[in-house]
């Protein structure tokens, strides 16, 4: 029997349109539906019982804390169903990584789910759109797909939600994951070479059937010559905490350590890690976290540790079991 998956449609590149063939990287974003793409794949059928729903129409950068929400809730509702086996949710490339971390957190499902992009047009010579649609139908009907949290395909390659970040502007080989994918999609099959040892999905302590609401996380950028103000406005915001995209190890440059320091006095917590795009930050070496009560990010970029944040925070407040989720998940 073939596996029964739904796809649900967001926007995004997959779904956009150029003027011409020639157009890869100017053109309107989200404008096919979810059934135009699976109408124009060859073979999708075959592949799959499949149901489309179309839940969003935008580009993922206007993604905010109520489309991921209502993503995780609409997906967490197919899976509890007995005659769903699988969800493909087709999404822009640019927060792709941001909202399938957030559903590997909060959906507790053993069942596969698989987001995919594209960055190239659906119009667009050489799109990759049909091949990675395709490729996730595969890899959400896999039973091998089962237990591994959510995930990313793209470019033949199937990324952990956790660990996948976007890394280019244009390639197709956008997608990178600091310890390599789990593996492959190679004519309609997948092939899984290794597995992440951090918690998700059924064994994460938070859930979609409980988050009401979440707490805003706002990420500063750090650059030489950065000026403390950006941090007193943000001290005296709605912020429940700050991520601090610091240079090399998560550094902090003299000129903020005391506005952090008075920000985290007020209940704000910082989270420090870094711009560098890869590697650790390391508690209590660049900086005394301890001392000033702040949070290092471990191997997340700011942005994923943004999500990470937001979900811990609608679970406890204490610095202690904050860090903890950053070494756990
Ligand atoms: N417009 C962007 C987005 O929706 C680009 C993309 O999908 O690749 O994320």
Not at 172 to 194: K, N, W
Not at 255 to 272: N, P, T
Not at 310 to 323: C, I
């Amino acid at each position: 029997m073939n596996a029964r998956v739904v796809i649900v449609g967001t926007g995004g590149t997959i779904a956009g349109r150029g003027a011409s063939a020639a157009h890869t990287a100017t053109y309107d974003c989200s404008v096919e539906t979810v059934d135009d793409l699976l109408d124009a794949l060859p073979g999708a059928r075959d592949l799959a019982d499949i149901q489309t729903a179309q839940l969003f129409q935008t580009g993922s950068e206007n993604f905010g804390n109520e489309e991921l929400l209502g993503l995780a809730r609409h997906v967490r509702a197919l899976l509890k169903r007995d005659d769903i086996d699988g969800v493909v949710v087709t999404h822009g490339t640019d927060t792709i990584d941001e909202t399938a971390y957030f559903l590997h957190l909060v959906v507790p499902s053993a069942k596969p789910v698989v987001v995919v992009g594209a960055m190239r047009p659906a119009s667009a010579l050489s799109a990759d759109g049909p091949l990675n649609l395709y490729n996730a139908i595969v890899v959400a009907s896999s039973a091998a797909s089962r237990g591994k949290g959510t995930l990313v395909v793209s470019n033949d390659e199937i990324h952990s939600a956790r660990d996948v970040v976007k890394t280019s502007t244009f390639k197709q080989e956008a997608f990178r994951s600091t310890f390599g994918p789990l593996g492959y999609v190679v004519e309609g099959r997948a092939r899984f070479y290794r597995l992440v040892a951090r918690r998700h999905t059924v064994e994460s302590e938070w859930s979609i059937d409980t988050i009401q609401a979440l707490p805003e996380v706002a990420i500063v950028y750090a650059h030489g010559g950065i000026n403390r103000t950006v941090i007193e406005h943000m001290a005296c915001s709605d912020v429940d905490a700050i991520v601090y995209a610091g240079t090399g190890n998560g550094n902090v440059a003299h000129e903020l350590i005391d506005s952090l320091v008075k920000a985290r006095a007020r209940h704000i917590h910082i989270v420090r890690a870094s711009r560098t795009g890869s590697g650790i930050v390391i508690r209590n070496a660049a900086q005394p976290d301890d001392r000033y009560g702040w949070i290092a990010a471990d191997d997340q970029v700011p942005h994923k540790a943004r999500i990470l944040m937001m979900v811990a925070l609608t679970g406890t407040r204490t610095t202690h079991a904050l860090q903890e989720a950053f070494v756990t998940y």
